[in-house]
């Protein structure tokens, strides 16, 4: 299925299925003693990462062809931290994975 890059409507629906599909929810605003940047995923369990993986290959493809699409960068650097808040990543990959969200974000518009 093609969508366009930089539309807004098909990423937040994307964002709403992986909750749907994987046990994620998403919030806008988790309490500061979570530890969590505003946006972040908050992870419940059950959380199924194969599918957290599977998605964020293809947004990272798509950053391949697209570097700057503040979209998939977003969501890269959200399923990023849904990994870490899940505890499915090693602390080589969560150290890796927070580089790699500092520079998503820092690659984004005012």
Request: glycine fraction near 4%; hydrophobic fraction near 45%.
């Amino acid at each position: 299925m093609y969508m366009e890059p930089d539309e807004q409507s098909s990423w937040l629906y994307h964002r709403w299925l992986l909750s749907v599909s994987s046990g994620l929810q998403f919030s806008r605003a988790l309490p500061a003693a979570a530890g969590a940047a505003p946006g972040a995923a908050a992870v419940t369990e059950g959380v199924d990462p194969a599918i957290l993986r599977r998605e964020l290959s293809m947004c990272e493809e798509l950053l391949d062809t697209e570097p700057n699409c503040k979209w998939a960068l977003l969501t890269v650097s959200w399923l990023r931290n849904a990994l870490i808040r899940a505890g499915c990543l090693t602390a080589e990959e969560t150290a890796a994975a927070r580089r790699d969200i500092e520079q998503a974000v820092a690659k984004l518009p005012e």
